[in-house]
């Protein structure tokens, strides 16, 4: 009886901020085994001392935002580990504001793996129904975080006129192929006002699926993005409905700070959107974030946003057209 008193007392004695480091441990030891790594591997990976990885992980030293970035982008944990830091980041500011004794280490203003090349700060996609096309605007703020020259950045165009039935789409866009002339593609790099045309190349043409490079060049010169340096890469495209589907997805395939998506549809239409996330960790769920819808004139836009998105995330907004009861035209990626 004593010792279950003693042990109750002992949990009851835990404050929160203890909970949430000991909470933080255990996720980062949970996916320091999951990915088949020791200690000294991950500070590796991490450029830590092997030493701190032990004494995160024994509750000995409490994590900081530095710490839990690194350990997030190394581990690719799906936003798992980082989720636990804004828990511990919660339980301690709650605890009472900061004095010069307890405030955590500066933390830089950008941390990235060892090997990172391009890395986009900002992605803004914007996807417009108009007279029968889809017309989509990539715009991406480049970092280049590696140590070579980028001298192409490539692109991908997909689309599934009818998702979730292979068969019909393939044979649909057998007989009706996406040809790269009717994409009007067109690609600039730099600042509005000063930007630079760039010159593209196919790298894969299929009837449903390209692949193309955008060249840091034009027939006035060449611009490659140097380490260290930043620019925007802004390319657009149309699709007929005819080849679209009713999805527009966004794959993380580089390291993104932010990623902002708008869709903007017809409001005679009266449009429904939703959208889902797929990770590397989880299976297909909703959005973390809701979708904000606001009326422009005719328009109703559909606008969502999230920080720090995962590596190799994918999210997927889709949408009905409720004023319509026919079958949609169809979008993609």
């Not at 925007?232 to 699709?239: I, M």
């Not at 679209?244 to 990623?259: D, I, N």
């Not at 902002?260 to 009266?270: E, G, I, S």
């Amino acid at each position: 009886m004593w010792h279950d008193r003693a042990e109750r007392d002992r949990v009851m004695s835990v404050s929160p901020v203890e909970r949430a480091v000991e909470a933080f441990a255990t996720e980062l030891g949970r996916w320091r085994i999951d990915r088949g790594m020791t200690k000294k591997q991950l500070a590796s990976r991490m450029g830590f001392d092997p030493s701190y990885i032990s004494h995160i992980e024994g509750r000995r030293h409490r994590p900081t935002e530095d710490f839990a970035r690194r350990a997030e982008a190394v581990l690719n944990a799906g936003g798992a580990i980082w989720r636990r830091f804004q828990e511990y980041e919660e339980a301690r500011q709650a605890r009472g504001p900061a004095t010069l004794l307890t405030r955590e280490p500066a933390v830089p203003a950008q941390w990235l793996p060892p090997g990172t090349g391009l890395v986009v700060e900002l992605e803004e996609a914007q996807l417009t129904y108009v007279g029968g096309d889809y017309q989509v605007i990539v715009r991406r703020a480049l970092y280049n975080a590696g140590n070579e020259p980028v001298t192409r950045y490539l692109i991908r165009v997909a689309v599934d006129r009818y998702p979730g039935q292979p068969q019909r789409s393939n044979d649909h866009h057998r007989a009706h192929p996406l040809a790269l002339e009717e994409l009007s593609l067109v690609a600039y790099c730099g600042d509005p006002g000063a930007a630079e045309p760039m010159v593209w190349r196919a790298k894969q043409d299929r009837d449903a699926f390209k692949e193309i490079w955008l060249l840091f060049e034009n027939t006035d010169g060449r611009f490659p993005l140097y380490p260290g340096e930043r620019t925007t890469v802004e390319y657009r495209y149309r699709v007929p409905e005819l080849k679209w589907g009713t999805w527009f997805e966004r794959a993380v395939r580089l390291p993104t700070r932010r990623l902002v998506v708008q869709m903007r549809f017809p409001a005679f239409l009266d449009p429904q959107v939703w959208g889902v996330e797929t990770s590397m960790a989880a299976e297909e769920a909703p959005l973390r974030t809701p979708i904000v819808r606001e009326l422009e004139s005719e328009q109703a836009v559909f606008t969502w946003r999230t920080e720090d998105p995962s590596l190799n995330a994918r999210f997927q907004l889709q949408w009905r057209f409720r004023a319509v009861t026919s079958a949609p035209p169809v979008p993609a990626r």
